[in-house]
């Protein structure tokens, strides 16, 4: 057997690659259509980033518009909103490496702890119902929630009195931040606890009795045991959170901050490419945002594995 | 087992923490059920929680005759179905493509594929390109650009590479070629990855609005979730309408006893029922695609 694969094998070698390429056309016939695709809906946009270069005309296309050089980056770097976009996008986006991604860790790790599989099974059927519905959906539910027309939040503090009057919470420059993050945690923290679970439920259960021997209490055998063993995925998915730090967030943001009140706190790069190329036209100075955006993401993921390779994990 | 003092309080916190959690992650979508069947002033008058006050069907009666609503709810449920089926066909032979080693620049395709989930053109250069395959107001656009997903493609790949050889092996000798060893051998045996695969793509189609927002004018292919957002948005401003000027507020207020809120609630309802009338059934399949998805990640 082992004999007749090598044979085939350096027969095929001895094959010029067009030869096997037509041979196999039936094959072929799978990978290229969808490799077609790919490349008009992946590259193709890759390669219209050129437009940022542009003073693009959506009548003469790519081939016709005068190139300006680096003119779009540098009114984006001049102007007052860069700024306040930045502050936005690093603000949210370690709010939400340092509050939504550890939460489902937390959970995970309380859900370890419970022993009735009943009341764990119904924690996490309702936790991981948030992650279906749609952004739209759960705005509008922080929008009834939040209401200064009967929200429940409003009614419940003026029932402890904490407040006299129903507070616009969606409309306070000053809450933005809390709600959108509150609502991030919300809709995310079960579904994203399920990979969490399944490292731990590959922990070695010896691990446990050794410790508890040595008279580890359970809260600390979650940091001697757990913690430790489940480190490497937490790792790698630091990793995949970093690489996407400046991605603050779309529709989360699009949505609770639609109002124009909430803009000077609620401006990250993605929105404001959005105001800026579909809601305004302006598709060179959009694109030219979105690259810049771009390349700083890669070269933090860069970064962020070069740390992780050090400690012994990473993603290549 | 006894437990010490230190555990039992360890052990009791967490489970008060959970019962919190729990009764957090519903509560919001719970109120908004018992909203959308409370009659609408009534709603208004405050202090309607955890269970209807004065129980109604007016809301949901609105919903369902306004053509509109109906109408996009429509286009959602054929969109979700056409773009799930053709889009988990397609990504599934080209997986199975991508698993044969003979495969003529297979590392090749591989590599492309990758450059994909790291690198995008970004909002506008896929903007511009929808705008010039004349994909603009068109169903197509809906379909056509979900039709492969890499990160589908991987874990489908996955899988395959997991199915006995020699099942492959069998299906040669006994005359089937690579077409009929996908449709006849290999789908047949990826009911499981399938099911979750499905699922999600399902509800990403479901769920989307903002493709539509961008890419749809046409009123008549505009699905629900958009037509949500728009009902949505346009009570933020009937709200802030109010505020502003009370006249204006007693005039709305006498003209309807259905409120803005009600309507929207029932609205949410119905966007929503078809993930709720599924997610209980499937809730063990996803469980597993999470995981066929994150060890390959």
Same mark, same amino acid.
């Given at each position: 057997?082992?004999?007749?694969? $090598?044979?085939?094998?350096?027969?095929?070698?001895?094959?010029?690659?067009?030869?096997?390429?037509?041979?196999?056309?039936?094959?072929?016939?799978?990978?290229?259509?969808?490799?077609?695709?790919?490349?008009?809906?992946?590259?193709?946009?890759?390669?219209?980033?050129?437009?940022?270069?542009?003073?693009?005309?959506?009548?003469?296309?790519?081939?016709?518009?005068?190139? $300006?050089?680096?003119?779009?980056?540098?009114?984006?770097?001049?102007?007052?909103?860069?700024?306040?976009?930045?502050?936005?996008?690093?603000?949210?986006?370690?709010?939400?490496?340092?509050?939504?991604?550890?939460?489902?860790?937390?959970?995970?790790?309380?859900?370890?702890?419970?022993?009735?599989?009943?009341?764990? @099974?119904?924690?996490?059927?309702?936790?991981?119902?948030?992650?279906?519905?749609?952004?739209?959906?759960?705005?509008?539910?922080?929008?009834?929630?939040?209401?200064?027309?009967?929200?429940?939040?409003?009614?419940?503090?003026?029932?402890?009195?904490?407040?006299?009057?129903?507070?616009?919470?969606?409309?306070?420059?000053?809450?933005?931040?809390?709600?959108?993050?509150?609502?991030?945690?919300?809709?995310?923290?079960?579904?994203?606890?399920? $990979?969490?679970?399944?490292?731990?439920?590959?922990?070695?259960?010896?691990?446990?009795?050794?410790? !508890?021997?040595?008279?580890?209490?359970?809260?600390?055998?979650?940091?001697?045991?757990?913690?430790?063993?489940?480190?490497?995925?937490?790792?790698?998915?630091?990793?995949?959170?970093?690489?996407?730090?400046?991605?603050?967030?779309?529709?989360?943001?699009?949505?609770?901050?639609?109002?124009?009140?909430?803009?000077?706190?609620?401006?990250?790069?993605?929105?404001?490419?959005?105001?800026?190329?579909?809601?305004?036209?302006?598709?060179?100075?959009?694109?030219?945002?979105?690259?810049?955006?771009?390349?700083?993401?890669?070269?933090?993921?860069?970064?962020?594995?070069?740390?992780?390779?050090?400690?012994?994990?990473?993603?290549? | 087992? @006894?437990?010490?003092?230190?555990? @039992?309080?360890?052990?009791?916190?967490?489970?008060?923490?959970?019962?919190?959690?729990?009764?957090?992650?519903?509560?919001?979508?719970?109120?908004?059920?018992?909203?959308?069947?409370?009659?609408?002033?009534?709603?208004?008058?405050?202090?309607?929680?955890?269970?209807?006050?004065?129980?109604?069907?007016?809301?949901?009666?609105?919903?369902?005759?306004?053509?509109?609503?109906?109408?996009?709810?429509?286009?959602?449920?054929?969109?979700?179905?056409?773009?799930?089926? !053709?889009?988990?066909?397609?990504?599934?032979?080209?997986?199975?493509?991508?698993? @044969?080693?003979?495969?003529?620049?297979?590392?090749?395709?591989?590599?492309?594929?990758?450059?994909?989930?790291?690198?995008?053109?970004?909002?506008?250069?896929?903007?511009?390109?929808?705008?010039?395959?004349?994909?603009?107001?068109?169903?197509?656009?809906?379909?056509?650009? !979900?039709?492969?997903?890499?990160?589908?493609?991987?874990?489908?790949?996955?899988?395959?590479?997991?199915?006995?050889?020699?099942?492959?092996?069998?299906?040669?000798?006994?005359?089937?070629?690579?077409?009929?060893?996908?449709?006849?051998? $290999?789908?047949?045996?990826?009911?499981?990855?399938?099911?979750?695969?499905?699922?999600?793509?399902?509800?990403?189609?479901?769920?989307?609005?903002?493709?539509?927002?961008?890419?749809?004018?046409?009123?008549?292919?505009?699905?629900?979730?958009?037509?949500?957002?728009?009902?949505?948005?346009?009570?933020?401003?009937?709200?802030?309408?109010?505020?502003?000027?009370?006249?204006?507020?007693?005039?709305?207020?006498?003209?309807?006893?259905?409120?803005?809120?009600?309507?929207?609630?029932?609205?949410?309802?119905?966007?929503?029922?078809?993930?709720?009338?599924?997610?209980?059934?499937?809730?063990?399949?996803?469980?597993?695609?999470?995981?066929?998805?994150?060890?390959?990640?």
């Amino acid at each position: 057997m082992a004999q007749l694969e $090598v044979d085939l094998h350096q027969r095929r070698k001895e094959r010029p690659a067009i030869i096997r390429f037509l041979r196999q056309w039936d094959l072929q016939l799978m990978v290229i259509p969808a490799f077609i695709l790919i490349v008009i809906f992946f590259y193709l946009p890759m390669y219209g980033t050129i437009t940022a270069f542009q003073d693009y005309n959506i009548f003469k296309g790519i081939s016709g518009s005068p190139w $300006v050089g680096f003119k779009h980056f540098e009114r984006f770097f001049n102007d007052p909103v860069f700024g306040r976009v930045m502050r936005n996008t690093l603000v949210i986006s370690f709010l939400k490496l340092f509050i939504c991604f550890p939460a489902p860790i937390l959970l995970a790790l309380m859900l370890n702890e419970v022993r009735s599989r009943y009341f764990k @099974r119904i924690v996490q059927t309702i936790s991981y119902l948030p992650h279906f519905l749609s952004w739209v959906i759960v705005s509008g539910l922080a929008m009834s929630i939040l209401s200064t027309e009967n929200g429940s939040l409003n009614m419940l503090l003026q029932s402890v009195n904490l407040i006299d009057e129903p507070v616009g919470w969606l409309n306070m420059p000053e809450h933005f931040w809390s709600i959108l993050i509150s609502a991030n945690v919300w809709k995310e923290i079960g579904f994203g606890s399920i $990979v969490y679970l399944a490292a731990i439920a590959g922990v070695d259960p010896s691990l446990y009795e050794a410790a !508890s021997m040595d008279g580890a209490s359970r809260f600390k055998q979650m940091f001697v045991v757990t913690l430790p063993t489940i480190m490497p995925v937490i790792i790698i998915f630091f990793i995949l959170a970093v690489g996407n730090l400046l991605t603050a967030g779309f529709e989360d943001i699009l949505l609770i901050g639609s109002d124009p009140v909430l803009r000077p706190v609620a401006d990250v790069l993605e929105t404001y490419v959005y105001r800026m190329g579909i809601e305004s036209q302006r598709f060179s100075y959009a694109t030219a945002v979105g690259l810049f955006k771009a390349v700083v993401s890669v070269s933090l993921l860069t970064i962020a594995n070069l740390l992780a390779r050090r400690s012994g994990n990473s993603l290549w | 087992m @006894r437990l010490s003092y230190g555990d @039992r309080f360890f052990t009791g916190f967490i489970y008060t923490f959970l019962v919190l959690l729990s009764v957090t992650c519903l509560y919001p979508f719970w109120n908004a059920v018992v909203v959308s069947f409370n009659e609408g002033m009534d709603t208004a008058l405050g202090g309607v929680t955890v269970w209807p006050r004065a129980f109604t069907l007016e809301n949901y009666e609105i919903v369902f005759q306004d053509s509109r609503i109906l109408h996009a709810f429509l286009v959602s449920v054929l969109r979700t179905i056409v773009g799930t089926a !053709s889009a988990i066909l397609c990504t599934a032979i080209f997986a199975f493509g991508m698993t @044969r080693s003979e495969l003529v620049g297979r590392k090749f395709y591989m590599v492309a594929c990758i450059i994909t989930m790291y690198f995008s053109g970004g909002l506008i250069p896929t903007f511009l390109l929808i705008r010039s395959l004349h994909l603009f107001d068109s169903f197509w656009v809906f379909i056509i650009p !979900s039709l492969i997903s890499v990160w589908n493609m991987i874990v489908f790949r996955t899988f395959f590479l997991g199915l006995p050889a020699g099942l492959d092996e069998s299906a040669r000798i006994d005359g089937c070629g690579y077409w009929g060893t996908f449709f006849r051998i $290999v789908l047949p045996l990826s009911g499981p990855v399938i099911a979750t695969l499905a699922l999600f793509t399902a509800i990403s189609h479901w769920n989307d609005w903002f493709m539509p927002s961008i890419y749809i004018n046409n009123e008549n292919l505009i699905p629900i979730q958009t037509k949500l957002q728009q009902i949505l948005n346009s009570n933020i401003m009937t709200e802030q309408m109010q505020q502003l000027d009370s006249a204006a507020q007693a005039r709305l207020s006498a003209m309807k006893t259905i409120t803005g809120k009600s309507l929207s609630m029932a609205t949410m309802m119905v966007a929503t029922l078809p993930i709720i009338c599924v997610y209980p059934f499937v809730q063990r399949y996803f469980v597993k695609g999470v995981l066929v998805g994150a060890v390959k990640g």
